[in-house]
């Protein structure tokens, strides 16, 4: 049934109006008013300690320690360590480099870098302890061990005074917040939508695979799919909201399709925005979760829109579209005509107030 769902159903919308959507997806900002207070690298935990650089949007960072739910130690791509505020982080999973080996170390004591793999080779330079480096030979490979040092000094350093450890990668992208309240409009969800594209990332997987447990939470992207034949659903994220109550045959914490399109429907109208299930596609609006009850596939509309020959279509963004992987997708286009032509019965789950 569900790899035949795959393949019949619904064609991939042209990369023309894909491109067209992230471009609108790119300009509205509903979060970027405290970029500028918010995406700092500290020296230490704690908002009082100096500012050392600055994070953007997109950058891409290794967490060293996940050290609290406020603070997380990461290092930049330039070797740069500091703190920031938790919230700015999207966990993408354990850096794998293939081989299994980590690439970065951190310092067990002061020790000096050689300029030579000899100890009598003149020093270029000497490390505190506790420094995170760049690794390019394996400690347990020789004596020295050759590394670099912001992405500027290189040389050698004794073996046994570093050990090689292994880092979770993170996308500096600030993680959206539940309200109670939320969008009004159709134009308010519209724009919220496109903020929430750029944090839920297309391409991207609803799940916690490899993100420590105490950052486990709706809001996880990995780039690491799940495997719903082999492992069953245990990376898969849940989430509880109001859209829940339409559904007790699942009990409580939805996942997969159903608790994605359950949060963004909270995140783009609020927590406490009442929930009306109708039939009608004519009523549809952006925003409105679309629910197939046999195929039990749920997406969220992000666009509605008329062919120049009358017939009309939707666009979606959805979780595991193919039903195994928990993979995120933004842009799917369907038209009316395939939508019903399943031969399912199409629920519309709105958070509009009654029209
Ligand atoms: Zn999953």
Redesign the pocket.
Known sequence: MQTQFGTRFLPRLCSLALAAFLFCAASPAVFAAEADNTHALHSGPSDLSVVTAKLSDGDTVRILEHTSTDWTRIALEDGTTGYCDSALLSIRGEEDSGDGASDVGETLRPVSILSAPDAEAPAVGKLAANVYITLLSAPEDDAYTEVTVNSQTTGYIDSEAVRPVRTITAVVAPRPTLSEEGAKTEAEARETLASLAVYFEDGCYW?TAGVPADAQDAFSITDTP?D?SMDG?V??NTYSGITETCFPEYGSGS??CLGYASLLSDLVFGTEAPIRVHYDFDRLRVGDHIRLRSWEHSMVVTEIGTEADGSRYIQVTEV?EDYE??RISWGRTITEDELYGLGDTVQILTRYAED
Request: charged share 0%.
């Open positions: 799940n799940c719903h659903y990376f898969c996942t997969q595991n992987t928990c």
